[in-house]
């Protein structure tokens, strides 16, 4: 499923607009991006090797390391990877869920959340 930039930034806007209230008021300082596809910097940054892809990516201090030095400083950022989400999508159904799947992981990140404790978690829901 291909969508233009507009349109994915649409329905990523339209995903965070779906997060819970309180979720939402945690996620002060962060930027939610899309990018085409990750960088080899991406990748390592998240341990990935090729041939696996990269959906989403956070890059920040998560609110669980945040003391009272943190201030100040550049957003903390989830990036959206619009090429190879799509690349997992039949229709705009399955993008929209992917979308909102990737999201919530990424923030789950941003609380502090690592892989594995996401995995779990996912695996519950």
């Known amino acids: 499923m291909v969508v233009s930039r507009e349109v994915f930034r649409l329905l990523v806007e339209q995903a965070i607009r779906t997060l819970p209230p309180r979720c939402l008021e945690r996620l002060e300082n962060v930027d939610v991006v899309v990018e085409d596809e990750s960088s080899e910097e991406d990748l390592q940054a998240a341990g990935v090797e090729p041939p696996n892809i990269l959906l989403g990516l956070y890059s920040g201090v998560p609110l669980a390391e945040r003391g ?38 990424e923030i789950g990140h941003h609380f502090g959340f690592t892989d594995e404790e996401l995995e779990e978690i996912e695996a519950d829901l």
């Open 68 to 105: 009272s030095w943190y201030g100040n400083v550049l957003p903390d950022r989830i990036i959206l990877y619009q090429r190879p989400i799509q690349a997992l999508c039949r229709d705009r159904r399955e993008l929209k869920r992917q979308i909102r799947e990737v999201l919530m992981h």
